[in-house]
C-alpha cells in the first residue's frame, strides 16, 4: 500500500511541473522575441551622440532665424501724409456673411455684420480672408457669451466690438504671428 501511495503523489505532482517548464518555456520565448528585435531593429548600437547634439544645434539656428524672419516679414503700417501730426492710413473690410447666436439662457438671438479696420497694410486683409473661418468661430463664441443683463448696459456694443478684436487678434497671431486688426465695427446688428 506505501507503494500505491508514492505512485499516486507522484502522478499529482507530474501536471504541476507540466504547467510550470509550459510557463517557464513561454516566458522565454517572449523575453527572447523582444530582445531579437530590439537587436535587429538596432536598439543596442552604439549611438551617434555628437551627430544628435549637431542636429539640435541646427534645429534650434533655424528657429531663431525663421522667428527673425517673421518679425521683419511684419506688415508695416501706412503712413499718411499729414504736415503737422503722424497719422495712419485707415484700411476697412467686411465680412462677408452675417453672424447670428443666441444669447446664453435666453431665446433671444443676436445677428450682426462685421467690418475691421487696420492701419497696417493689405497683408492684414489677406490674413483674415485666409483664415475667415476661425475668424468667425471666435466671434461667434464672444456673441454666444453675451446675456440678457448685457444688453442693459450702455456699452454693450464698445464690450462686444473690443472683445472680438482681442479674439480674432488672438487667431491672427496664433496663425499668421500678427494681428493687425485696430478696431471692429458693426455694419449692421439686430437682436430680436
Avoid at 517572449?30 to 535587429?40: E, K, N, Q, R
Avoid at 453672424?99 to 493689405?122: C, F, G
Avoid at 504671428?177 to 446688428?189: A, K, L, N, P, R
Wanted: charged share 30%; hydrophobic share 45%; proline share 3%.
Amino acid at each position: 500500500m506505501a507503494d500505491e501511495e508514492i505512485e499516486v503523489e507522484g502522478k499529482k505532482k507530474s501536471p504541476l511541473i507540466k504547467i510550470v517548464v509550459i510557463a517557464l518555456v513561454a516566458i522565454l520565448l517572449l523575453v527572447g522575441t523582444a530582445v531579437g528585435t530590439m537587436f535587429v531593429t538596432g536598439f543596442f548600437d552604439k549611438k551617434d551622440t555628437h551627430a544628435a547634439e549637431e542636429a539640435l544645434k541646427h534645429m534650434e539656428e533655424g528657429a531663431a532665424e525663421s522667428k527673425a524672419a517673421a518679425s521683419e516679414a511684419a506688415p508695416q503700417k501706412v503712413a499718411k501724409e499729414s504736415p503737422e501730426l503722424q497719422r495712419f492710413e485707415n484700411s476697412y473690410m467686411e465680412l462677408e456673411k452675417p453672424l447670428v447666436s443666441n444669447l446664453t439662457n435666453t431665446r433671444k438671438v443676436i445677428q450682426l455684420n462685421l467690418a475691421i479696420m487696420t492701419h497696417y497694410d493689405e497683408r492684414v486683409f489677406k490674413n483674415a480672408k485666409k483664415h475667415e473661418f476661425a475668424l468667425r468661430s471666435v466671434a461667434l463664441d464672444a456673441m454666444r457669451q453675451m446675456t440678457e443683463a448685457d444688453l442693459a448696459k450702455p456699452d454693450f456694443r464698445k464690450e462686444l466690438a473690443a472683445k472680438i478684436r482681442e479674439e480674432m487678434n488672438g487667431v491672427l497671431q496664433k496663425y499668421e504671428d500678427f494681428g493687425g486688426i485696430e478696431e471692429v465695427y458693426f455694419t449692421s446688428f439686430v437682436v430680436q
